[in-house]
């Protein structure tokens, strides 16, 4: 039997733990090292760096390489990352200067063909609208200027430079997956019809892409972790079927669960066919066995040809924003935010010279507070702009200029707000996968182009999984409690939309939340989603039910909009509204 490829992912985002590459390396047995840097709020944050004149790729990578790039090199350790950004090649020359202060010589090779800005023209002339998925809007030259374009590419260009042998691959936008299915390709030898096996390595990736958030991390039962402060990076050991085992180091901190591997399946996803650039994934046939202490199996994954198109993200330049903060203590909370709005907006001279105003009014006081701090209501009032001489200083003086004017008890929370922030619009569109080419530059400076082609699966088929759960309900007495009483979630963005994952542990509990948790219960518990479209999908292998609520972060994380503008925070409040649970699933989940 061919040995499983244990491949330890270091990075969930642009700023993870800097230590995690030297904690992996340093732990124990791994083949591959890889970390996922780039989401898509990522890239406009890079695109600002490179116009401020800094580097457009992850430097927190440089540093975690400065740790442990010798002994990568010493033991064979593969390096497959996306930190390459706006700038792949600039990362790539970043490392060889690198590895010779470390008098070692890796064989670096990067990937180009995401970034379609220079492309633009060709494409629409190709027939190309940009239209935008969310919205409908096709992208012309009345829409907001597009900061980055970057095209999702897929794995084959990783696989390539590894067969050739490098040592390390520089990713620019990749899918997160396939810095997981790049290296089983080329270990198992896999084509691009091997798609059942594509999309193992897809799930496997899908699970290890955000950290350690696949052991411990952020998990909704962390009361059960032992060490849940500092938790290991999770490694996916890949086998030939397609096959995975989830685990991390022994002894490092937090855990490998069936649950803490299901949180991640269902953390931003939306319909059950996952859609990547390789191949479509059915997140409903995974199955999901617990081998032995911090070791979950994924096995029965299935998949089918990938669609015609391949997802594109731009940012668009945004509005600049600023927010003031009027802290509205005691009684008559929102007659005194009524008054703090008139006054805003007759010290400005109205409304209408901005693109956009907004005043929100946050409920934080509390009904008999014994402190004077959890008595005080918030309003923010946000002033948005494409000219950013319209905010500023004058912002900050209006307010400033009620501060003896206006309602009583007024003050204000973060007063030195005075320069505004500009925005980005997230702008996600679709490509036809033959109008992208994917280039591979070699350790040699040579280069190898993997064109785009039509695909098969033009309509993609929902495959029928096994549904082997009861769909019988528990009856009995119910009891008032929070959701996550025995329930867990995970939320998070696709673009403008929200995602949020609920899972049972048990055939009973997946019953009543299948049962029960419909749009209608959702939405009871929920009601901010009412006037939304919500797409419910129920996965029984997993005993999950997810929901995607379209257009709940309007413009986007960038676009700046909401408190939790990557809905992080949307999963835990849904766990904590109160519903009717049976108390025989409260016993359950006791014993």
């Keep these: 039997m061919t040995a499983p490829l244990r491949i330890g992912n270091v990075s969930g985002f642009y700023g993870d733990r800097l230590s995690a590459a030297r904690e992996m390396v340093e732990g124990g047995d791994i083949d591959v090292l890889t970390g996922d840097y780039l989401a898509e709020l990522t890239m406009y944050i890079l695109w600002k760096s490179k116009t401020a004149g800094r580097p457009g790729y992850a430097s927190t990578f440089l ?33 060889r200067d690198l590895a010779a202060e470390k008098n070692v010589s890796p064989a670096i090779a990067y990937l180009t063909g995401d970034d379609l800005i220079p492309r633009m023209d060709e494409l629409r002339a190709a027939g190309v609208d940009f239209r935008n998925i969310d919205t409908g809007e096709v992208h012309d030259e009345s829409s907001p200027t597009p900061a980055t374009a970057n095209a999702y590419l897929g794995a084959r260009g990783i696989a390539h430079a590894l067969s050739g042998g490098a040592d390390i691959v520089v990713c620019p936008r990749v899918t997160d997956a396939s810095l997981v299915v790049g290296p089983a390709m080329w270990k198992f030898g896999w084509d691009m019809e091997d798609y059942d096996c594509l999309a193992g390595a897809v799930a496997a990736g899908h699970v290890i892409e955000c950290g350690a958030q696949a052991t411990g991390g952020n998990y909704a039962f962390f009361e059960e972790i032992e060490n849940p402060i500092r938790p290991g990076f999770p490694i996916a050991e890949m086998h030939a079927d397609g096959s995975s085992v989830i685990t991390k180091h022994e002894g490092t901190g937090g855990m490998v669960s069936v649950g803490t591997v299901t949180a991640q399946l269902v953390y931003e996803v939306g319909e059950r066919n996952y859609l990547n650039t390789d191949v479509i994934l059915d997140l409903g046939s995974i199955e999901l066995t617990q081998e032995g202490p911090d070791r979950v199996r994924m096995s029965g994954v299935r998949g089918q040809a990938p669609p015609p198109t391949v997802k594109v993200t731009m940012n668009c330049v945004g509005t600049y924003n600023q927010s003031m903060t009027f802290a509205i203590p005691g009684d008559d909370v929102e007659a005194k935010a009524a008054v703090a709005q008139a006054g805003m907006l007759e010290a400005l001279g109205g409304a209408e010279q901005f693109d956009s105003v907004d005043f929100r009014l946050v409920r934080s006081d509390q009904l008999g507070a014994a402190v004077n701090e959890l008595s005080v209501a918030k309003l923010v009032a946000t002033f948005s702009s494409y000219d950013k001489d319209k905010l500023g200083r004058r912002i900050f003086d209006a307010a400033m200029s009620l501060a003896l004017s206006s309602y009583p008890g007024i003050y204000f929370q973060d007063e030195k707000q005075q320069r505004p922030t500009q925005t980005g619009l997230a702008w996600p569109c679709l490509v036809p996968q033959e109008l992208v080419t994917e280039r591979v530059v070699m350790p040699d400076g040579t280069t190898v182009d993997f064109p785009g082609s039509e695909k098969k699966a033009a309509e993609p088929a929902l495959l029928d999984a096994d549904a082997p759960r009861t769909t019988e309900s528990v009856e009995g007495s119910t009891q008032t409690v929070s959701l996550g009483k025995v329930f867990g979630a995970r939320s998070g963005d696709k673009g403008a939309h929200a995602n949020v994952g609920i899972w049972g542990r048990s055939d009973d509990e997946y019953a009543w939340l299948r049962e029960h948790l419909t749009v209608e219960g959702l939405l009871a518990i929920f009601p901010e989603a009412s006037g939304h479209e919500i797409l419910r999908v129920e996965l029984p292998n997993l005993r999950a039910v997810n929901f995607l609520i379209r257009g709940l972060l309007g413009g986007g994380a960038a676009s700046g909009g909401r408190f939790d503008p990557q809905a992080k925070g949307l999963a835990e409040f849904i766990r904590s509204r109160k519903v009717e649970l049976p108390v025989a699933l409260l016993e359950e989940k006791n014993r």
């Design 63 to 95: 540093t975690q390489m400065k740790e442990v790039l010798g002994t990568c090199v010493e033991r064979g350790i593969k390096i497959v990352v996306n930190a390459g950004g706006l700038d792949p090649k600039g990362l790539a020359d970043a490392l």
